[in-house]
């Protein structure tokens, strides 16, 4: 349409001026009518002809140019440790320019208490205004200040990971956490695998060469990049002649895992208050002591562990010693419920108080060498009714199994994250499956 418009204007030009030339040059009217003529025609080619075939990009220009908005600064960077907003942003902004910042942000987020290795980016105006600035609050949330009409607003801008479930099978040839290296995964994983089935296997002393499992896990990513394992959602262990199997179920009344037949893998006590250690002294009513260099009887379990390991509270309870404890030196024991008590010997450090409440997994010290001990590990000791009892064979009732009115939803879960692993593991394989497969959402 410009186009045309242009040649029917360039016409129109081309016959004004053969009209000119076939008037008489000779008179002096005629020069004078073409004079006015010519002037007049110039204004009206210039003021309407001419804009209208000239491209609209020609005479818009400053037009344009004139409402574009002014180029802006774009700063991006870190929180150091031990850095506070205020001394991040001083080289850039005024102390009343963040304090408006601050304030504008304050009714959804704090940011006087910014978080060390978090990101953060601000673009300003060439005057130095702040316009935008953005904060990583975590993985997922990101706060962004902006400033419009009536000032600086904020709001909080949440992502979702991507989720995809990873089935993984081996069989193990040294240990759980190199096979499970060897599929290319991290040490989060084993351990995640073995604190499923905790209560029944001592993955410290149990696992033999040939043992084999099986896991579909949910792998949550941003970006198309993985991020963390999400949860488990169906695992097998087999070890000799036997098979242990868990099921992820979570419902209003209950969450954790639960054998095929709904029964609770959970008990009321851990088999080992530490994640991974190797045993070097077991239960005995006659062993031989390093020290004191006599025999008698042995009622506990030494760990051996490298110094700072973190010692567990096998089962909830309440702390009633903390502190100095003969021959065990630095001490940490614990009633539970039905009679039983537990204690954790030669500790280098204790987290917790005399008559503080603590739960099952929850780090009450750290493996040492106090008292009576040749070298850093940790004596492990469970009595019932007052009588020692040996940790690892003690049979321990199961928690809660699942209420009657669940049981529906759990077979439906059942079903659905049995059929994710694979019907025998006969070597290392690795496989992802639609994230479907989870009945509910990651966090």
Same mark, same amino acid.
């Given at each position: 349409m410009g186009e045309e418009r242009f040649l029917l204007t360039m016409r129109a030009t081309s016959i004004y001026f053969e009209t000119m030339r076939g008037m008489t040059t000779s008179s002096r009217s005629g020069k004078a009518i073409r004079r006015l003529l010519g002037s007049r025609w110039a204004a009206f080619m210039a003021v309407f002809i001419l804009p209208l075939a000239l491209p609209r990009s020609t005479y818009q220009a400053k037009e344009h140019a004139s409402k574009r908005p002014p180029p802006l600064r774009v700063y991006r960077d870190t929180i150091l440790r031990g850095q506070s907003l205020a001394a991040a942003l001083s080289e850039t902004l005024s102390a009343a320019a963040i304090h408006e910042l601050v304030e504008a942000a304050r009714p959804i987020y704090n940011l006087s208490s910014v978080l060390p290795g978090r990101s953060y980016g601000m673009a300003l105006l060439p005057d130095g205004t702040l316009q935008t600035f953005t904060y990583a609050i975590d993985e997922l949330k990101t706060l962004r200040v902006f400033r419009d009409d009536d000032g600086l607003s904020a709001a909080v801008h949440a992502r979702r990971y991507e989720t995809r479930v990873s089935v993984l099978s081996a069989t193990i040839d040294s240990s759980l956490f190199e096979s499970v290296g060897a599929l290319g995964e991290s040490d989060r994983l084993a351990f995640d695998f073995a604190d499923i089935f905790s209560w029944d296997v001592d993955f410290n002393t149990d696992i033999r060469?040939?043992?084999?499992?099986?896991?579909?896990?949910? @792998?949550?990513?941003?970006?198309?990049?993985?991020?963390?394992?999400?949860?488990?959602?169906?695992?097998?262990?087999?070890?000799?002649?036997?098979?242990? #199997?868990?099921?992820?179920?979570?419902?209003?009344?209950?969450?954790?895992?639960?054998?095929?037949?709904?029964?609770?893998?959970? @008990?009321?006590?851990?088999?080992?208050?530490? @994640?991974?250690?190797?045993?070097?002294?077991?239960?005995?009513?006659?062993?031989?002591?390093?020290?004191?260099?006599?025999?008698?009887?042995?009622?506990?379990?030494?760990?051996?562990?490298?110094?700072?390991?973190?010692?567990?509270?096998?089962?909830?309870?309440?702390?009633? #010693?903390?502190?100095?404890?003969?021959?065990?030196?630095?001490?940490?024991?614990?009633?539970?419920?039905?009679?039983?008590? #537990?204690?954790?010997?030669?500790?280098?450090?204790?987290?917790?108080?005399?008559?503080?409440?603590?739960?099952?997994?929850? #780090?009450?010290?750290?493996?040492?060498?106090?008292?009576?001990?040749?070298?850093?590990?940790?004596?492990?000791?469970?009595?019932?009714?007052?009588?020692?009892v040996d940790p690892l064979t003690t049979q321990i009732p199961p928690a809660a199994p699942i209420p009657p009115h669940e049981h529906e939803a759990f077979e439906t879960a059942r079903a659905r994250h049995m059929a994710l692993l694979p019907v025998k593991c006969s070597s290392a394989t690795s496989a992802i499956v639609d994230a479907s497969a989870s009945n509910e959402k990651a966090p």
């Open positions: 060469r040939g043992d084999a499992f099986e896991v579909a896990v949910e @792998k949550l990513a941003l970006d198309g990049r993985f991020m963390r394992y999400g949860r488990i959602l169906a695992a097998r262990l087999s070890r000799g002649d036997r098979t242990f #199997t868990a099921v992820r179920f979570d419902c209003e009344s209950t969450s954790g895992y639960f054998s095929p037949d709904g029964v609770p893998l959970r @008990k009321a006590f851990l088999r080992s208050p530490l @994640k991974y250690a190797r045993i070097t002294s077991r239960f005995s009513r006659a062993r031989y002591h390093p020290i004191l260099r006599i025999v008698r009887p042995h009622r506990g379990v030494d760990y051996a562990a490298p110094t700072g390991t973190p010692v567990m509270a096998t089962a909830d309870g309440v702390v009633i #010693t903390s502190g100095r404890l003969g021959g065990y030196g630095n001490t940490v024991r614990i009633r539970h419920a039905n009679g039983y008590v #537990t204690l954790y010997g030669h500790l280098s450090r204790i987290y917790v108080r005399a008559g503080r409440r603590v739960n099952q997994g929850q #780090t009450v010290g750290a493996v040492g060498r106090t008292g009576m001990a040749t070298g850093p590990h940790l004596d492990y000791r469970m009595t019932r009714n007052g009588v020692f």
